[in-house]
Structures are given as structure tokens and as C-alpha cells.
């Protein structure tokens, strides 16, 4: 089942997508990721969540990657005495360590990490900047703020602080049992939420151990200022654009959006745009126009994947909503211009690329060439090709079935797990066989096949061939 698109779809698996045949309608829609989300359920939920996309994959008959999201140091309010409050402008309200439900005058806010990070004047945001308060006055575990908009708040509501850095873990407790589960059940990826500072994803990675890919999610203004030294420490990228939303002014957004997948782009990370990208298909069977253009927008700076949350989690159009972002993706790509746009976002520099793959990509160009197939063992290689945007599909041909599910998430690129082959001389005849019978070269058309010496071993990429197909 080969996709006529490059850009991937990551879509979020809930109560409204559960179950084997949903999770394989999804796909069949054009799902080729599935985000667990660890922010809710029990391990119960997830096991059964993941059992399904190993069972789908099955039934489509390509491979498919499990994104385990950890939920991170989410900062969240106390409760109330009734369940909510009533907020006017201008009135005081003290924020608290007090555990007693509060009320218009005092809530609880139940984590001293953001006691010392607060400063004076600094602005506190809740519920999703719904809420906004100015800092008045500060006590070791206490501080006294004016309410600057905002109407009402319920129990556990969000709680940000912008520009300001919580000395807090990214990896919680919780997070620390669920990474363990997680990579227990062999997830392929592995998001790390609220990533602020480098040293949070060096802890995940030495936790992980190369056992999936490490992913950074930035939705912290501070990660921005580390960013090279936490994209050294990762294997793909997520631009969460909806806790950096409320953290960053709105006009912000894009232009940072911009720079992350340009940064990825760079050094060829798998990169996703994520939040509100069909929003109103949580309860609409169409999106807005504005939606299909943001859609559309991630398409033409070339990310990789772009994420579907509470549409497919919890929505009443799931498959719709998975089907009308591939139809998107699917006609910006159809656009005469797209390449070229795609390609003025981050242009193709040889002195970028090592020489075998700026070979293959240049070779590529030529109008009888009809794909790439790049054998690989860890996945590696046809990441590389990738990097480059090659507009010929690449098929990539592993042993390890590993590989191709964090393959699912990388651009142009289909996997296909194939016995591992150790002769040079078989490489022709084993490329050209796998791309005519997925459909990707027909009689007489050539194949490019980038491989390495000695076959098996990592990393090695090293001998770039041409082929043909045979005539019939």
C-alpha cells in the first residue's frame, strides 16, 4: 500500500479511534503513525492501543510506528470549594501551597518549583491563557497577584509561566513507570514533553538506550534558547504548537514553526507540526478553509509529518479527518510549484550532504528515473536520502522491522522489511524485484539503489547503482 504523497500523517489514537478494525481504517486513510497518549488512561488502555496498531499494520500490509507521549511536569491548579470560581478584572488573588480547596480570594498552587521561579511582575497564565495574572508580591511559598483578564476557573486547570524556566525534571515519576511500559510493549518512538534544557533529553536518551527513537517536543519558550544542544540529542522533532501557544504571542508561532522544521530539515530529523491543525473536524465533517491552508502551509516548508490530536483522539469524524488531511497533503503535492517552494524553505547544498547521497539525489532528477531504493539496517541511510527531498519515492528494504516502523515517519520514504541480503551481486536484482512489485518502477524504468560495504553492517553506505527493470 503505497501512499501518493511524501508528508506523513501522525494521528492520535482515543476512545473515538479504538479497536483493531478503526485503527486499520485509519491507516487505510492515510495514518502512518499512531500517538499513545500518556497525558490519560492506564496501562491496561494502552496495551490493548498498541496490540491494535501491531494488528492493523497486518491487515494493510505495511508497517506502521506507535508514538508513545509522555505526559510530562504538567503544572496544574488545585481544586475548588463548588468545582469553579467567578473572576473579575482588577480583583486580587493569592496563589498558595495552602492544600484546602480554593475560592475568589485563594487557590492552591501545589508545586514549589513554581514559587521559585516566579519573579516580581512576572505574568502567570491558566487554563490555556484564559486567565491572565500579574505578580505582585512574593513569598517563599506564596504570591499575591492581580487578576489582568479572565472570568472564570475550574478544578485542575493548566498553569504557564512565560519566558521564565521551571527548575523542575522533564521526566516525572509517572513518566519514568510509563517509559518503562512503553518500551516494555516496543513502541517504535518516544515524545518527550515540555523538553526545556539539554540534560532533559540526554536523561531520556540514556533511559531509552536506543531502544526507539527519542523525540523533543518544544512547547517551552526556554527550549528555543538550547535548541542546537537538544536537536544534537534527539532523533526527531515536534512543534507542539499549543502549550508554545499560549506561551508565545500569537505572531510568534509561525515564524518559530518556521525555524524548527527548517533546524530539522537541517540535520535531517523527522520533524512534525502539531495542535489545532483540523480543529473544528473535532465535531465538523469539513474543516475550515483557514485549517486546509495551515494544512497546506506545513506542506510547503517540507516537515515531515503533520499530527491530528483530539480530531482522531475524541472527535466525532476521525477516518474523515485522517482522509481529508492525505487529500491536502495529496494536492499540494500535485502543485507544479510545490517543489520549488519546498525547496526555498531550506535549499539543497551538496557541501551539506555527503557525496554519495547528493550523487543519488542529483541522479534522481533524471525523467527515466523511477525511484530510489536504499538498503538499509538501521534506517539510517534512507534518512540521508530523505534529508534531501528527493521527489522520487525511496524505498527502503531492511531486515529489521524496527527500522521500518520509525521509518513510517520519515518523508518519501516507504519500508519494507526484507530478508537480510549479503551478496553485492544480489543488490540489483533484489532492488529492482521489490520496486516493481510494489508498483514503483515499471519494465525499462531505473532504479537508483544506494547500499554499503560489507552488506549488514550500520552506517556504511557506500556504493550508489543504477538498474533497470526488465521489459516484459
Not at 126 to 141: A, F, N, S
Not at 309 to 323: I, L, N, Q, T, W
Not at 340 to 366: C, I, Q, S
Amino acid at each position: 500500500m503505497i501512499r501518493a504523497r511524501r508528508a506523513r500523517i501522525v494521528a492520535t489514537l482515543g476512545p473515538a479511534s479504538s479497536g483493531v478494525e478503526k485503527v486499520a481504517e485509519l491507516a487505510r486513510a492515510g495514518a502512518d503513525v499512531f500517538r499513545v497518549n500518556f497525558s490519560h488512561g492506564v496501562h491496561d488502555d494502552h496495551a490493548r492501543t498498541i496490540a491494535s496498531v501491531r494488528a492493523a499494520e497486518a491487515m494493510v500490509g505495511r508497517p506502521l510506528a506507535v508514538l508513545a507521549d509522555l505526559q510530562g511536569p504538567k503544572l496544574r491548579l488545585g481544586e475548588f470549594a463548588g468545582g469553579h470560581i467567578a473572576l473579575s478584572a482588577g480583583q486580587p488573588l493569592r496563589l498558595d501551597m495552602n492544600s484546602a480547596p480554593g475560592d475568589s480570594r485563594r487557590i492552591c498552587v501545589p508545586h514549589p518549583e513554581v514559587f521559585a521561579a516566579l519573579k516580581l511582575d512576572a505574568l502567570v497564565l491558566l487554563d490555556d491563557g484564559k486567565v491572565r495574572l500579574r505578580v505582585t508580591e512574593l513569598g517563599r511559598d506564596f504570591a499575591e497577584t492581580l487578576v489582568e483578564a479572565g472570568e472564570a476557573l475550574s478544578d485542575h486547570k493548566g498553569l504557564n509561566l512565560p519566558g521564565l524556566t521551571i527548575p523542575i525534571p522533564a521526566l516525572t515519576a509517572k513518566d519514568r513507570e510509563d517509559l518503562s511500559f512503553a518500551l516494555a510493549q516496543g513502541v517504535d518512538w518516544v515524545a518527550l514533553s515540555f523538553v526545556q534544557r539539554a540534560a532533559d533529553m540526554a536523561e531520556l536518551r540514556q533511559l531509552v538506550q536506543g531502544r526507539a527513537g527519542v523525540l523533543a517536543k518544544i512547547e517551552k519558550p526556554a527550549a528555543l534558547e538550547a535548541l542546537d544542544e537538544i536537536l544534537d540529542l534527539c532523533n526527531a522533532v515536534m512543534v507542539a504548537r499549543g502549550d508554545l501557544g499560549v506561551e508565545l504571542a500569537p505572531e510568534e508561532v509561525p515564524v518559530v514553526q518556521k525555524q524548527l522544521v527548517r533546524a530539522a530539515r537541517l540535520r535531517g530529523l523527522p520533524v512534525i507540526v502539531a495542535t489545532q491543525m483540523l480543529e473544528s473536524m473535532i465535531h465538523s465533517p469539513t474543516p475550515t478553509r483557514a485549517e486546509a491552508s495551515d494544512v497546506a502551509g506545513a506542506v510547503y516548508e517540507g516537515a515531515d509529518a503533520l499530527m491530528l490530536s483530539a480530531e482522531s483522539a475524541v472527535g466525532d469524524y476521525p477516518v474523515e479527518a485522517v482522509a481529508i488531511m492525505d487529500r491536502i497533503i495529496a494536492r499540494v503535492e500535485r502543485d507544479p510549484r510545490w517543489p520549488e517552494l519546498m525547496r526555498a524553505e531550506f535549499p539543497v547544498d551538496d557541501a551539506d550532504a555527503d557525496a554519495l547521497v547528493a550523487a543519488a539525489r542529483r541522479a534522481a532528477e533524471a525523467a527515466s528515473t523511477a525511484c530510489l531504493v536504499a538498503f538499509t539496517t538501521t534506517g539510517a541511510t534512507a534518512l540521508r536520502l530523505a534529508r534531501e527531498r528527493p521527489l522520487q519515492p525511496t524505498l527502503a528494504l531492511t531486515p529489521n522491522i524496527s527500522a521500518a516502523r520509525r521509518l513510517a515517519l520519515a518523508w518519501g520514504v516507504e519500508a519494507r522489511v526484507i530478508p537480510e541480503v549479503f551478496d553485492p551481486e544480489e543488490l540489483a536484482r533484489v532492488a529492482v524485484e521489490q520496486a516493481a512489485a510494489h508498483g514503483l518502477a515499471g519494465p525499462n524504468q531505473r532504479v537508483l539503489i544506494l547500499a554499503g560495504l560489507p552488506m549488514g553492517s550500520p552506517g556504511s553506505a557506500n556504493i550508489l547503482r543504477l538498474a533497470h527493470a526488465p521489459r516484459r
